[in-house]
């Protein structure tokens, strides 16, 4: 089992950067595909990022492309979501989860561990 914490949301000017982390305990983090899914209100969790065992793939939601990077260092047990150039639609509570499967996967019943959510808000 692992336990995950987020931290560093906040409220950004729309065109600004925020960068959230999530940092791991129990189980050793580097057994776990990592990901981070946002949910907006009245919405459903959508996938945002994942990111392989080792940190050698990614994979990004087609709305987030070439504005966020998903990255990862096992020696700190800590999962990063930079997020450049923000858009007020961006606005929501992020999720990073954690998968034991070997594979990049993109829907929420795939990861088995969550954290408790971090609220990102982009006002105009």
């Known amino acids: 089992q692992v336990h995950l914490v987020e931290s560093g949301g906040g409220l950004v000017q729309a065109g600004g950067s925020l960068s959230v982390s999530c940092a791991a305990s129990?189980?050793?983090?580097?057994?776990?595909?990592m990901a981070w899914f946002s949910q907006a209100p009245g919405k459903e969790r959508e996938f945002v990022a994942a990111?392989?065992?080792?940190?050698?793939?990614?994979s990004y939601a087609d709305s987030v492309k070439g504005r966020f990077t998903i990255s990862r260092d096992n020696a700190k047990n800590t999962v990063y979501l930079q997020m450049n150039s923000l858009k007020v639609e961006d606005t929501a509570v992020y999720y990073c989860?954690?998968?034991?499967?070997?594979?990049?996967?993109?829907?929420?019943?795939?990861?088995?561990?969550w954290g408790q959510g971090t609220q990102v808000t982009v006002s105009s």
């Open positions: 990111i392989t065992r080792n940190g050698y793939s990614t």
């Open positions: 129990g189980r050793t983090f580097s057994s776990y595909v």
């Open positions: 989860a954690a998968s034991l499967g070997l594979r990049l996967v993109v829907t929420a019943p795939e990861y088995k561990y």
